[in-house]
Each structure stands twice: as structure tokens, then as C-alpha cells.
């Protein structure tokens, strides 16, 4: 039964037209439809049809009713699938009886024709309707279509209607399945597995995060949401899978912004025998390449600056990328009470309770990544930053990892993995002495990981990549919001 009450005449109008076809005997909601092209199929099939003249075979489309203009006995009509448009074209001496239920049909409504093309006069490719099929009721009115969906709540609150109107937007996420695609493609061709990891843990670890909380109610137990897949890919490495790759959700308890929603795609993967500096060259190799297979180019637009993706990217160190931008020694963010200083003196706000580590990402965030614009690889990063990368051999106090920037924001954070059980589990140890003391983003102990790291993991190299953001690159999206599908938004 349709809700009739609180509808707008245009509603109540489309709510009449579907009871008259019911009234008819046509189901409002159809069967399936079986197509023989889609619309984009008919349009390079028939692209040689002369004007004025007729093709010979008979095609089956369907879509979404989208304009109709009448005239008599006839209306023309544009149906509209997601590759594209077509007229098609109503005749009463054509259709007979069935003729009388165009009056019931309204702009939205999915229809499967059955018909031959042909090619009018002033040359628009048509199909003549033989046959009609009734596949959907639309009961709301679409929005204006010469202004489209302009309100960017509405957008993101509805995004099936933000699909439905605006076809730059759907190109995006057209785009963005194709670059997960190409992401497989490339790491299947480089001898990846991909695989498959738990989305709950009683142990939230492989980032520097805030995790959501839920219960399992059988086990009368509190679970994590992962906010990486890093420290069970590992436990792969150990067990004999030399490389391996997920793309999967992670979720982080976090503000939302242009960059950030707590629910995103995260490609993780991991190669024995690797350090870094490999990471560096796949990571410059898959960018390169999802480039050139989802857009063809080596350059993207971003805003007003042109990308260049082409290696080999630029590499500066951590701690010379704050002294040239920001006239800080990393030696004075090594203590507690210098990072606060330097943080108030920029005016950058931390939590209260937050570690060394957090105000030295702070800081860099503030002071470096604005200058950040083409990619760049900012290597060597604190020890403090990095509780899961080797230490540098020639010096202890940094690690070997890096992130690379790309348009001011992280795209990539890669490590020579940490392999030494003992050194990671001080490591642990200091962090959860920086949870004890308010640090809600600090690591937990995670005790089976060490017992896997006891059994051996080779040298390693790691790397993560966020899908989202380079899906925005690629797309030249200004807001996460406009590659996430269905993105975090407050309740109304």
C-alpha cells in the first residue's frame, strides 16, 4: 500500500498513474528484461545509419524515461542507461491499444523497448518502439534537470539521485572502479596475493589511531574495528606467504573532513626480501600506472596545479623538511615539554594527553605539508612516529620509512618492516605507557604478534595506500566525500 499522506500534487499525480496501470493489468514493478545491447552498444552499432533511413535488425534497450516530447500520434522519447542516451519513438499505427499508457508514464520511469533503429531526417539516431515493457514506477519527481543536484547535502545524503543527475559524478566512481581494478591488475602481474583478513580484533594495531568499539554478544566480549589489515598480513609473511596485498575497509574513530572519514579503502601490501627503498619504486611504478590505464596520461589537474606522476618523484628527509620549512630541529621535538612549546608556538592544537609522537605529526602536518604539492618522498622518519619500522643502522633514533605527499596530503606510508621481536616489544611497551597516560591513539600491546615476530619474519618492506585520496588525485576531487559512495554524515 503507497503512504498517500503529506505527498505534493506531483506526487499524487504519479501515485494515480500507477494504480491506472495496474487498473490495465500492468505490473508496475516488472520481470526481468532481457537486453540485447545497452545504449551505448546501439549507438556504435548504427553510428554508419544514413538520415532518412532504416536498420534491419531489432534491438532490446532499456532505461530510465528521462524527457518525452508529443505530438499526436506520436512521442518522441529519450531513454537513458548508464553508458547513454537514445530517442526512442511512440506511434499509435505502431502500437495500437498500448499506445494509451504513454499518458500513464511519467520522467523517471524505467522502460525495456523493443525495435529497430533508424536515423531521422535531421540525423538523430532513434529506435521505432514495437514493443514496450513496464519495468519500474519512479513516485518521486527527479530533480530539475537543467540545474541538476546542486545542494552538496542532498548530493551526499542521496547520493543514488546525486548518480542519477549529475554524469560528472558518476564518471568519478566509474573511474574509481576501474583504478581499484588497475590497482589488482598490477600487483597480481608482480606476483601479490591478495587476501583477506579479520574486520574485528581484540587488538586494534598497524596505525597510530583511535579504533571504534563494538561486543560480540556470544562471546561476551569488547571488539575493535580494525584501523589497518598491517599486523595480521604480517603474520602472512611469517607463515610463508612471501607477498601479499588486501584492499579493504579500515575504520578510524576520528573527525571528518576534506580528507578524512571514519570509514574508508585501504590498499596494504607486503614483500619479503624488501625494504623501503623498493616500497619507494612501487609505489612511483603504481601510481605511474594507474594513471596511464584509467586516464592515459602521466599528468593529472588538481585545483589550479598540474600533477606531474612521471618518476622518479622527489625525496627529502623528515627532519631537513622541518628545518627548511619550518626552522625546527627535530632535536627539540624530542622531549615533551619542546614539542608543547613548539606546538603553542604555532598555534597547533593537540589533544590533551597526547605523546611526543603525536605533536611531532602535528607540527610536520602544520608546517611542512602545505609545501608539499607535487609528489614528494619524505623519508627517515622518528622513532617516536614509527613503533612498527627498522631502526636505521646509522642512526637508532630514526627509522626507515617514509610517506609520500601528493597536493599537500599522504597518499602512501611504507616501512623496512620492524622484525626484531624484541626491539618491537619495547617498542609496545612504550606505547602503552603513552595510552596509560592519555594517549588514546598510541598502540596497544598486541602479545601474539611478538610470539609471530619469534617465529621469524624475513626482511620486509610494507606500504599502505589510501584508495580515497587517490581516487580524489585521479578524479581531481576536492573532498573524500565525492569518492566515498555513501560517506559518514550526522543524522538530520
Not at 624484541?422 to 609496545?428: L, N, S, T
Request: include cysteine; hydrophobic fraction near 40%.
Amino acid at each position: 500500500m503507497i503512504i498517500a499522506e503529506n505527498r505534493t500534487e506531483q506526487e499524487k499525480e504519479r501515485i494515480a498513474n500507477l494504480e491506472a496501470l495496474r487498473a490495465k493489468g500492468i505490473a508496475p514493478y516488472g520481470r526481468r528484461f532481457e537486453r540485447t545491447h545497452t545504449i551505448s552498444q546501439v549507438i556504435s552499432r548504427f553510428e554508419q545509419l544514413a538520415p532518412d533511413s532504416h536498420g534491419e535488425e531489432q534491438v532490446r534497450v532499456a532505461g530510465r524515461l528521462m524527457a518525452r516530447r508529443g505530438h499526436g500520434k506520436a512521442t518522441f522519447a529519450d531513454l537513458v542507461d548508464m553508458e547513454g542516451k537514445i530517442q526512442v519513438y511512440f506511434k499509435l499505427d505502431v502500437l495500437g491499444d498500448r499506445y494509451d499508457l504513454l499518458s500513464h508514464f511519467d520522467l523517471g520511469d524505467w522502460l525495456g523497448v523493443v525495435g529497430k533503429p533508424f536515423r531521422t531526417r535531421r540525423g538523430e539516431l532513434t529506435v521505432l518502439v514495437e514493443d514496450c515493457s513496464f519495468l519500474a514506477k519512479t513516485l518521486r519527481p527527479l530533480p530539475e534537470k537543467w540545474h541538476g543536484l546542486k545542494d552538496v547535502e542532498i548530493r551526499y545524503r542521496r547520493r543514488y539521485l546525486d548518480l542519477l543527475m549529475n554524469p560528472e559524478v558518476r564518471k568519478a566512481f566509474l573511474l574509481r572502479s576501474r583504478a581499484v581494478r588497475a590497482v589488482r591488475e598490477f600487483l597480481d602481474g608482480r606476483g601479490f596475493y591478495e587476501v583477506e583478513t579479520p574486520c574485528m580484533g581484540t587488538v586494534a594495531g598497524g596505525a597510530t589511531a583511535r579504533p571504534f568499539v563494538t561486543h560480540h554478544n556470544a562471546l561476551d566480549l569488547d571488539m575493535y574495528l580494525r584501523i589497518a589489515t598491517e599486523l595480521h598480513l604480517k603474520r602472512c609473511i611469517v607463515g610463508g606467504l612471501e607477498q601479499v596485498y588486501e584492499i579493504g575497509r579500515v575504520f578510524r574513530n576520528e573527525g571528518i573532513s576534506t580528507r578524512h572519514n571514519p570509514e574508508y579503502t585501504l590498499l596494504e601490501l607486503y614483500q619479503a626480501f624488501a625494504d623501503y627503498e623498493d616500497m619507494m619504486s612501487l609505489a612511483e611504478d603504481l601510481i605511474e600506472h594507474l594513471a596511464s590505464s584509467t586516464l592515459g596520461v602521466q599528468t593529472v589537474q588538481y585545483g589550479d596545479q598540474v600533477i606531474n606522476l612521471c618518476p622518479p618523484f622527489p625525496r627529502v628527509r623528515f627532519e631537513d623538511a622541518l628545518r627548511e620549512h619550518g626552522g625546527i630541529s627535530l632535536a627539540d621535538l624530542r622531549n615533551l615539554q619542546g614539542a608543547r612549546k613548539a606546538a603553542a608556538g604555532l598555534g597547533v592544537e593537540v589533544e590533551e594527553g597526547a605523546g611526543v609522537g603525536h605533536l611531532m605529526d602535528k607540527i610536520f602536518e602544520a608546517v611542512v605539508e602545505p609545501h608539499l604539492i607535487q609528489p614528494t618522498f619524505v623519508l627517515d622518519y622518528p622513532i617516536e612516529l614509527s613503533p612498527l619500522a627498522k631502526r636505521r643502522e646509522d642512526d637508532p633514533d630514526l627509522t626507515y620509512r617514509f610517506e609520500l605527499f601528493i597536493m599537500n596530503s599522504e597518499m602512501a606510508n611504507a616501512f623496512s618492516e620492524l622484525n626484531d621481536p624484541a626491539d618491537q616489544y619495547e617498542r609496545f611497551l612504550s606505547q602503552v605507557s603513552l595510552r596509560e597516560h592519555g594517549d588514546v591513539e598510541a598502540h596497544m600491546m598486541d602479545s601474539d604478534y611478538v610470539q609471530a615476530l619469534e617465529y621469524g619474519m624475513p626482511p620486509t618492506g610494507g606500504m599502505g595506500i589510501g584508495i580515497d585520496r587517490l581516487v580524489m588525485l585521479l578524479t581531481g576531487s576536492p573532498s573524500i566525500r565525492d569518492v566515498i559512495l555513501f560517506p559518514a554524515m550526522k543524522p538530520k
